[in-house]
């Protein structure tokens, strides 16, 4: 459940609920509102999934075309690139942007990972190195609700509980909401 902010009542927002039946009827109207706000969420959505699929459609189009339009410039500057690029230099910059090569950082893949694990333990060991591995240490949260009598002592950790008001309406239909909400 996502934290509420706290926010202050102005007295000035508030109504005053004096019996029973006011409380009942003020529980209902929040299962209303409550359904309005799902209701308008609900169009929200759908007119934001509408406009995604849109610009997906829109997007894929024009993206095929920049891959057809940079291979071919690939092509072309593979094939010409002496003739295209100063001597000594990777890239070339026109008047309307650049093309060139560049050479990235070295990267590393593992794959069998407890294996590479298991060989890079053993040289580590063999050639007195400490940088091949590292470890991990990070605070289990639910281990230390379990064991809370055990660690209460321990500076730095507080444990958390604070009982919160709630009000849950019984769901409104639709229908009845729109029932309720024309004028008589």
């Not at 706290?6 to 409550?34: H, P």
């Not at 024009?62 to 500057?77: H, Y």
Request: glycine share 4%; hydrophobic share 35%; charged share 25%.
């Amino acid at each position: 459940m996502a934290k509420q902010p706290n926010r202050r009542v102005k007295s000035d927002d508030m109504l005053s609920v004096s019996s029973s039946e006011e409380l009942e009827q003020t529980i209902f109207r929040i299962g209303q509102l409550q359904t309005e706000l799902e209701i308008a969420t609900a169009h929200t959505n759908q007119t934001i999934e509408d406009a995604k699929a849109s610009l997906k459609d829109k997007t894929t189009a024009i993206n095929n075309e920049i891959k057809v339009l940079s291979k071919s410039a690939q092509i072309f500057f593979t094939a010409n690139q002496q003739d295209i690029v100063p001597a000594g230099k990777k890239s070339r910059v026109f008047d309307v942007g650049e093309i060139g090569t560049r050479t990235p950082p070295l990267s590393v893949t593992v794959k069998n990972g407890q294996d590479v694990i298991d060989a890079l333990k053993k040289l580590q060991e063999q050639l007195k190195l400490s940088d091949l591995l590292s470890v991990k240490t990070s605070v289990n949260k639910p281990g230390l609700i379990k064991h809370r009598e055990k660690i209460k002592d321990i500076p730095g950790i507080t444990f958390n509980q604070k009982e919160q008001f709630f009000i849950k309406p019984v769901h409104v239909p639709i229908e009845h909401l729109t029932e309720t909400e024309q004028p008589a």
